[in-house]
C-alpha cells in the first residue's frame, strides 16, 4: 500500500473513494497531456530529442502482426470438449470508479 503523505488525510471509505476518483481523473488528463505532446511531436515527424532530463525516440511505420486465435479456432469448428478442455477460469478484483452526478 502507498503510505505517501497524500493519503493521510483519507480517514473515511467515502474519502478514499473521492481520492481514488481524483487521482483516476489526475492520470486522465496526465495522459491526454502526454498524447498530446507526442502527436506534435509526430506532427513535426522528430525521430529523436534530446531534453535535459528525458530523451525520446520515435520509431514511425512499425509493422506488427498478430494471430486471432479465436477466428482460426472457430475456422477448424472445434468440439465444444475441445474448447473446454483449453479453457482456463481466473478470478480477479475489479475496481469501478464512476463520477456521481451533481443534483442540478
Known amino acids: 500500500m502507498n503510505t505517501s503523505p497524500r493519503f493521510f488525510n ?3 471509505d467515502a474519502e478514499i473513494a473521492d481520492e481514488l476518483g481524483a487521482l483516476r481523473a489526475e492520470i486522465d ?3 491526454k497531456a502526454a498524447t498530446f505532446l507526442e502527436d ?3 506532427h513535426k515527424k522528430v525521430t529523436e530529442a534530446e531534453g535535459s532530463l528525458f530523451r525520446v525516440a520515435i520509431s514511425y511505420d512499425i509493422e ?3 494471430v486471432n486465435w ?3 479456432a472457430e475456422h477448424l ?3 465444444r470438449q475441445l474448447v473446454q478442455a483449453h479453457t482456463s477460469v481466473t478470478t480477479s478484483d475489479r475496481v469501478l470508479v464512476t463520477a456521481k ?3 442540478t
Request: avoid cysteine; hydrophobic fraction near 25%; aromatic fraction near 0%.
Open 29 to 31: 488528463d496526465l495522459r
Open 40 to 42: 506534435i511531436l509526430k
Open 77 to 79: 469448428n472445434p468440439s
Open 101 to 103: 452526478r451533481k443534483d
Open 10 to 12: 483519507a480517514t473515511s
Open 64 to 66: 506488427s502482426k498478430r
Open 70 to 72: 479465436r477466428k482460426v
